[in-house]
């Protein structure tokens, strides 16, 4: 794709792409709309693993929330380089937003009889995306990017027509695939022409992650809905805002601002790969872990003075160890310190599992959110820093830095 570059500094693609300046690149309404629509089948995600907590279920949750996400990741990385500004993309959008919902609808039986219908909705999605590509840029560009999609795809609704091993096989596949194609991409021409605007790019999945907070309180009000309004429930409540505003905090305070200013410091052609990184391998953990507790809060409301089982003492101490996972992986990729605080906190909250087995639900319910809170009065206490990604540029000597005050 050639490239022109105008008086005014804007660049356009030969078939009229523009491509709009940082400053000026906001997250959209439609965007937004679509975030909703997406986050709707993370929520009916959640539902499934609350359903199903046992180690087969687990994975089936697993295997299809990164299916999912890889996908709005397509779409987010898109949007980043062409807005909807034109009613043909704005029209692919909401085609998109269709199969999504489809998806969502499916999901609760994805591994039974409704399979086949979560795999044509999940194709409708990829060829949607392929549209908008081909719209923007031109068939020779999809021939890296999509035809992967599209065999994953097929792959999925085709284990819609199988059970067992042939059907987690041909889950399996396409997961490998989501995680190896970034490393052929980021060495491909291709991808050094991909301008990652870091200022929408990094709000685009700030908003995600905030909604799947919000829902995930939204799936507590929903299953609170069942029992009387006494003290239980009000502690239930107040215990579930705290986890939320906890995981809130992990990023919102401090890793996101530094985060766009470090993509931004980076050389175009570098700043796929560390998004990518960061917002991708990383986020994974970070949504899934959110996704697992809010499934472990619905089997452990309404139960708070009594001794959890396993299935939901694991649900909430992992979802919680697997955010931290994240959170500490996020500040791996883009050099941020110190992250050893989340690792050693994802540990210990393992420890909580006999207290809501041995105790009560509300023990653990009390000890999550105050380990989480230990851990960033004591990174409140540590200066934030941020090396250098790439010692190539000039901006490498200027490393970002922040130091927090209490």
Request: glycine share 6%.
């Amino acid at each position: 794709m050639t490239m022109e570059v105008h008086a005014d500094g804007r660049e356009s693609s030969r078939r009229g792409v523009h491509n709009p300046s940082e400053e000026d690149l906001r997250v959209s309404t439609l965007e937004i709309f679509f975030d909703v629509v997406f986050v709707l089948t993370l929520m009916r995600v959640s539902s499934m693993m609350g359903h199903h907590l046992t180690i087969e279920g687990t994975l089936q949750t697993a295997l299809v929330f990164i299916a999912l996400f890889w996908m709005y990741g397509a779409y987010a990385y898109l949007t980043n380089q062409v807005p909807p500004d034109q009613n043909l993309r704005r029209y692919l959008m909401i085609f998109g937003m269709a199969g999504f919902l489809i998806c969502a609808v499916a999901v609760p039986d994805t591994f039974g009889e409704s399979g086949v219908a979560f795999g044509l909705g999940y194709l409708a999605v990829v060829l949607v995306h392929a549209a908008l590509y081909a719209q923007t840029y031109g068939w020779p560009v999809l021939l890296r990017f999509v035809p992967p999609n599209v065999a994953s795809a097929l792959c999925i609704t085709a284990a819609g027509l199988f059970d067992g091993t042939v059907a987690y096989i041909l889950w399996a596949l396409p997961v490998l695939t989501f995680f190896i194609t970034p490393y052929f991409n980021w060495t491909a021409e291709e991808s050094k022409a991909i301008r990652i605007n870091t200022g929408h790019f990094v709000e685009r999945h700030g908003l995600l992650l905030i909604i799947v907070i919000g829902e995930s309180i939204v799936a507590l009000g929903l299953g609170i809905q069942n029992y009387p309004i006494d003290i239980a429930t009000i502690v239930a409540v107040v215990l579930g805002i705290a986890l939320a505003a906890a995981f809130w905090w992990c990023y919102f305070v401090e890793d996101a601002a530094l985060a766009e200013r470090i993509l931004t410091d980076q050389p175009v052609a570098h700043r796929l790969k560390h998004a990518l990184s960061a917002y991708f391998y990383a986020f994974v953990p970070m949504l899934l872990g959110i996704v697992t507790v809010a499934a472990g809060m619905h089997e452990t409301i309404g139960h708070l003075t009594e001794h959890l089982h396993l299935a939901p003492a694991l649900a909430l101490a992992g979802g919680v160890a697997l955010f931290l996972i994240g959170a500490a992986a996020f500040r791996v990729a883009l050099r941020i310190r110190p992250f050893a605080y989340r690792l050693i906190t994802a540990v210990l909250a393992f420890g909580t599992i006999p207290l809501g087995m041995e105790v009560s639900a509300l023990a653990q319910l009390v000890a999550l959110p105050a380990l989480i809170i230990a851990m960033l009065v004591l990174e409140t206490d540590t200066q934030i820093l941020a090396s250098p990604l790439t010692t190539s540029t000039s901006s490498a000597s200027s490393t970002p830095s922040a130091s927090r005050s209490s």
